[in-house]
């Protein structure tokens, strides 16, 4: 089975900065787009940052702009969400995606991976 892989989550204090990784496992991600998501407890799962095939183009969710920074290295079959100044309501379990283009939806994206727990706490 082709495998998307997540890692480099774990605990940080609120205004710190944690970096994922994903990984791809059995596929190059030269020609996907590569989607982050989160879901928190009781919560629907947001998109949160993509970047094009080529990675040319990033998206980011309103409320990670200016904080959260996509970007591949085609090299290392991986993507890095890089993250910033973090906040209490970024804690969630990261996923990444991979799809053809960066849609807005999850049900679009054809591989997921298992996710990787981020806690924003004191």
């Known amino acids: 089975q082709l495998q998307l892989v997540e890692s480099g989550g774990g605990l940080v204090q609120p205004g710190g900065s944690l970096r994922l990784s994903c990984a791809a496992i059995?596929?190059?991600?030269?020609?996907?787009?590569i989607g982050w998501f989160r879901q928190a407890p009781g919560k629907e799962r947001e998109g949160v940052s993509c970047i094009s095939s080529s990675g040319g183009d990033t998206k980011h969710a309103d409320s990670v702009k200016g904080r959260f920074t996509i970007f591949r290295d085609n090299a290392k079959n991986t993507v890095y969400l890089q993250m910033n100044s973090l906040k209490s309501e970024d804690t969630a379990i990261y996923y990444c995606?991979?799809?053809?283009?960066?849609?807005?939806?999850?049900?679009?994206?054809?591989?997921w991976g298992q996710g990787t727990q981020v806690t924003v706490s004191s």
């Open positions: 995606a991979a799809a053809l283009v960066c849609f807005r939806s999850p049900p679009e994206y054809d591989y």
């Open positions: 059995g596929f190059t991600l030269d020609y996907y787009a």
